[in-house]
């Protein structure tokens, strides 16, 4: 059978193939039975179910990891919770009132040492910086140099007065500036923890600024150095005006001030040296101004070598601050060059046995191991003993560094009390300078160099040293130090502090003429002030900080200002002073800084001994 095909052929029809409805029918059924024989997976389901209601999934996909869907509600819920129970706490802690947490108030060591520094505003001569901080103290002998015709120094404008008068000795000034700018070295920190670490170095920059005017500084070799300003010899009932003649206000000089100049000084030029190679290792961060004085110290070593003798001969100094030698300068100065330049030569020299010998580095005597302005043999061992417990340099120096460690030793053990090298008052005063007036000035000397060598042997690791056969602790020169500042303060049988402004009992009588006079617009000539001087009347300004000179052997002490054996203070003595408080002052743990004094200081490899002559038969 044919059709008509409508794309233009024909069509076959195929009538065998063909089938009825009802076959057709039963095709389908039996393929509706085989497909429902097996399951359907979702996704055909959902082809022939059409959407259907959906459901939570128990876990979630967190992308990294996937986690119950009931967990996931927990933690998060946790969270939310624990940070609104936060932000409650916080909000409780900032709304209820609190106490805040201070520091621990100072103590009296570090009170007194921001005391004991005021007393160098007050000494400053010439134009004063605006906040001195003293404020009956002003502008002050601006002419110094000026009105002495005979000299050549020109400029002395600056600088400290001694003490009680107006009179600039170069040579105590010199070693309270280097006792401070020691204890700079080894207490930065301590001074920082006070608050006064800005405050001493201005202290030693306003004295080593005038030190360099004393000398031609800019030079290599010198023959001359202004070693006073001023005068105050009033023997044989001279009536001239003078710094110790008349009782004024530095404020209100108007008489002549004779420079003194020494052309022999070794003992004064070596201790300058020593002042300004010690200062420059405190400003070394300052290059330029730690170079200048680099190079003067140089310059007064190299002046005091070639220009041998005493300052003090056939002068006034004789009677007031007179030097009785030069070889331990010699020591001193050569140890502080060398630590400030790292120049062998002065090592060398600074521990040649000959030397030493001449400074009576062997045999002792009565005051041997005493500190002061005039001998500084028991400084300069104790500070060449600090190489030899840090660098053990080794040959050619080993041989009388080990002596100058084994003085010290020594030394240390004659301040304590089990030893009779020096009595001792009944209320505990050493007596270092065996019962002579103005005691105390040598006993904070002695302070300082036993805590400080304590602290170096803590910084070495060694718990103690010897004294013969009996092995002493640390803590024992420490306790030392500590009872004798504390006689000084006012644990004394006067109960009375030698500190003035420490304490509620202290000197009112103060042997001090800017201190005594009143600042009330009224220029006192010469004499003018006697009635001051005189006066029972206190002081009517408070010369913060000074140390006076101190009780006598018997713990005795006279608050009269006409005796300067009692009640005089002295830049010496207020350095040592100072020394001794910062080194015993704030936190124990804080020791010294062992590496600022090596600064300069080349690495040291110890050269071999030589080797031994050949053998003869």
């Excluded at 560094?401 to 304590?416: A, D, K």
Aim: glycine residues 8%; aromatic residues 12%.
């Amino acid at each position: 059978m044919y059709g008509r095909d409508p794309w233009g052929g024909p069509l076959e029809i195929h009538t065998a193939d063909s089938a009825t409805d009802d076959d057709r029918s039963r095709n389908l059924q039996d393929f509706d039975r085989a497909a429902m024989s097996r399951s359907l997976d979702e996704t055909q389901q959902s082809w022939l179910l059409g959407p259907t209601e959906q459901k939570k999934k128990k876990y979630v996909d967190l992308g990294c990891i996937i986690v119950s869907r009931k967990i996931f509600k927990w933690t998060v819920g946790c969270i939310i919770a624990a940070a609104l129970l936060a932000g409650f706490i916080t909000m409780i802690v900032k709304l209820v009132p609190r106490h805040k947490h201070h520091n621990p108030p100072p103590d009296n060591y570090t009170l007194a040492l921001r005391k004991a520094l005021m007393f160098f505003n007050a000494q400053k001569s010439g134009k004063l910086p605006k906040h001195n901080n003293v404020s009956w103290r002003g502008n002050s002998c601006l002419q110094d140099g000026k009105s002495d015709s005979s000299t050549m120094f020109k400029n002395l404008v600056g600088g400290y007065y001694d003490a009680g008068d107006a009179i600039k000795f170069n040579f105590p000034q010199s070693f309270a500036l280097t006792m401070l700018s020691w204890s700079v070295i080894e207490y930065s920190a301590k001074y920082e923890a006070a608050g006064e670490l800005a405050h001493v170095k201005d202290t030693i920059k306003w004295g080593t600024d005038y030190l360099l005017k004393t000398f031609n500084s800019s030079a290599d070799t010198i023959d001359r150095i202004a070693a006073q300003v001023g005068k105050g010899d009033t023997t044989g009932g001279a009536t001239d005006p003078n710094d110790h003649y008349c009782w004024v206000r530095p404020e209100d000089i108007d008489y002549a001030r004779p420079v003194t100049e020494c052309h022999g000084c070794s003992d004064l030029a070596a201790e300058m040296a020593a002042a300004l190679a010690s200062a420059s290792i405190v400003f070394k961060d300052n290059k330029a101004y730690s170079q200048k004085l680099v190079h003067g110290a140089r310059t007064l070593f190299k002046f005091s070598r070639d220009q041998r003798g005493r300052y003090s001969v056939g002068n006034e100094a004789e009677k007031f601050y007179n030097s009785t030698g030069y070889w331990d300068e010699f020591i001193w100065g050569a140890a502080w060059l060398y630590y400030a330049t790292g120049n062998s030569s002065y090592l060398q020299l600074a521990t040649t046995p000959g030397i030493a010998k001449h400074a009576g580095a062997f045999w002792g005597g009565p005051d041997y191991g005493v500190l002061s302005w005039d001998n500084k043999l028991t400084g300069a061992q104790v500070l060449l003993s600090r190489m030899r417990l840090f660098l053990s340099p080794g040959y050619p120096y080993e041989e009388i560094l080990r002596t100058f460690h084994n003085q010290t030793s020594i030394i240390m053990c004659s301040y304590l009390p089990i030893f009779t090298s020096f009595n001792r008052t009944k209320g505990g005063l050493i007596q270092l300078n065996h019962g002579r007036p103005q005691s105390l000035q040598y006993v904070v000397n002695a302070a300082f160099l036993a805590t400080l060598f304590s602290d170096y042997l803590a910084a070495a690791d060694t718990p103690g040293w010897y004294c013969g056969p009996n092995f002493y602790s640390t803590d024992v020169l420490r306790k030392f130090a500590e009872t004798q500042i504390d006689y000084i303060l006012g644990k004394n049988p006067r109960k009375m502090s030698y500190v003035v402004g420490f304490g509620n009992h202290y000197p009112k009588h103060v042997h001090h003429r800017g201190a005594s006079i009143p600042k009330n617009k009224v220029k006192y000539n010469c004499k003018g002030g006697w009635k001051y001087r005189d006066s029972s009347k206190a002081n009517p300004n408070t010369i913060v900080g000074a140390m006076v000179a101190g009780p006598d052997k018997h713990d005795g002490f006279r608050d009269v200002r006409s005796n300067y054996n009692y009640t005089e203070p002295t830049l010496a003595g207020n350095a040592g002073l100072v020394a001794a408080l910062v080194a015993l002052s704030g936190d124990r743990d804080v020791g010294i800084d062992k590496n600022t004094l090596f600064s300069a200081v080349p690495p040291m490899f110890p050269t071999p001994p030589p080797p031994p002559a050949p053998w003869k038969p």
